[in-house]
């Protein structure tokens, strides 16, 4: 007679949406974790048999999804929430953002505002978020005190900040801190050059050999504004993505930024190269910078994940509310109400993310043999009833105040709605610091 293997932990639920294989709804299934990770997913009748859990936790009327993957944000913007709002980007950036930054923005900023926006990410079912801000050594710390997954950006812009004082000094910095943090089971990294309009050639030309000898991702904003093209049309003579793909940047492990203002011709040159599109659909309309050609971009077997982009111009990092405008926006721009389906917006949210950031094998579905990152949704609300399809009111009904759970590594980081690891209180209380130092200097009345 076989006995019951002993694991960590049983989750058993409702339903659970492994993403692979697409489309896929396990009905009164259980997760099996232990030391981290996914062992088995099987019928939870079957899995009670079977296994001996050092922790039983059923959860009767809830959808067990991946863990979301947030594929662009400014955490530590967060403490710039409501700053400056209903401003155009480059008027939002130039007379506000920049100079609170200029006048602010230290280790101590970077780290509350990361935590801050790590308890924010993980009350609404994010696991792992790919960051672009200055200090990325505190934004490490930060992250590590959440317990989070995270993808460290390492910032080039080309002009000096409290930071560091020139692009080189940034890539020096950037370098330095992936080599100290390179094995950490929780980060992973990217060279983040700001922008087009913020980068030299020269500077490009050195992120590319470098990600190219260290396989990593590059994670830049690009096209995302009429402005950002005409200026480098003026300047350069090309597009900003015709720049890029003579510099060679174009390739499988460039992750581009709201990529807004494309042609044909540069959706099939993103195809080609397969590049991956970070679609920030909230920031985009705020910002007023234009639709993102997503179906198109789909259409030709563009990898696409979601991002929030900061909450200094979002102004949530709400990973529900960017699959549903995503949807959306895709339909009403088509005119084809069967373009991005649910299925294809929560894959967007998770297993695409996970690719870009060269981590499917780790995280971004739920299989045996991945990470326990793992996010549960409560359907039991009555404005979630009643439910047909969970994939569907994942994406159209649920938000995030629906998620009650949150396992990174198979620890929990949120449970019944509560945080485990970060002290909101305590949050508060920094984030009203922060508040009263940059209103008492900044002034918003241009």
């Known amino acids: 007679m076989a006995y019951p293997v002993k694991v960590d932990t049983l989750l058993e639920a409702r339903w659970i949406i492994p993403v692979e294989p697409a489309r896929a709804v396990l009905h009164d299934h259980a997760i099996v974790i232990d030391q981290g990770l996914i062992k088995a997913i099987l019928p939870t009748a079957d899995a009670q048999l079977q296994f001996a859990p050092d922790e039983r936790i059923a959860l009767g009327n809830h959808a067990l999804i991946p863990g979301l993957v947030n594929l662009h944000i400014h955490a530590a913007m967060s403490l710039m929430r409501g700053m400056a709002d209903d401003l155009p980007l480059m008027e939002w950036l130039n007379k506000y953002i920049w100079p609170a930054e200029t006048r602010h923005v230290d280790a101590g900023f970077v780290f509350d505002g990361t935590r801050l926006a790590c308890a924010e990410m993980l009350r609404g079912g994010i696991t792992c978020f790919n960051d672009m801000y200055f200090f990325p050594e505190a934004s490490i710390q930060a992250v590590l005190n959440s317990g989070m997954r995270a993808a460290v950006g390492m910032i080039i812009i080309d002009f000096p ?253 949120l449970s019944d709605g509560e945080l485990t690891t970060l002290n909101e209180q305590e949050l508060l209380v920094r984030t009203e610091f922060w508040r009263e130092r940059m209103a008492n200097g900044t002034r918003f009345d241009d």
């Open 161 to 413: 900040t409290a930071y560091a004082s020139d692009a080189d000094d940034y890539l020096a910095k950037g370098l330095a801190l992936r080599d100290d943090y390179n094995h950490h089971p929780l980060l992973s990294f990217c060279f983040a050059p700001h922008a087009p309009y913020t980068v030299s050639d020269k500077i490009f030309s050195s992120v590319l050999t470098f990600a190219e000898q260290l396989d990593l991702p590059i994670h830049i904003h690009l096209h995302e504004t009429d402005d950002e093209i005409r200026n480098s049309l003026k300047a350069n003579g090309m597009r900003p993505i015709e720049r890029l793909h003579k510099l060679g940047l174009l390739g499988p492990n460039l992750i581009a930024v709201h990529m807004v203002h494309l042609t044909g011709d540069e959706i099939g040159l993103v195809a080609q190269q397969g590049c991956t599109v970070a679609h920030c659909p909230s920031s985009n309309l705020k910002l007023a910078s234009g639709h993102a050609p997503i179906a198109a971009l789909l259409s030709k077997g563009v990898n696409v994940g979601l991002g929030t982009d900061g909450a200094a111009s979002n102004n949530r990092l709400d990973m529900f509310e960017e699959m549903r405008f995503a949807a959306l926006l895709a339909k009403g721009q088509s005119g084809r109400a069967d373009v991005l389906p649910a299925s294809q917006a929560l894959q967007m949210a998770t297993l695409n993310g996970a690719r870009a950031l060269g981590m499917e094998a780790l995280i971004g579905s739920l299989v045996a043999g991945k990470a326990a990152d793992i996010t549960a949704v409560d359907f039991s609300s009555l404005e979630l009833a009643p439910c047909y399809d969970p994939i569907s009111h994942l994406v159209y009904a649920a938000g995030r105040e629906h998620v009650s759970h949150v396992w990174v590594n198979g620890k929990i980081l």
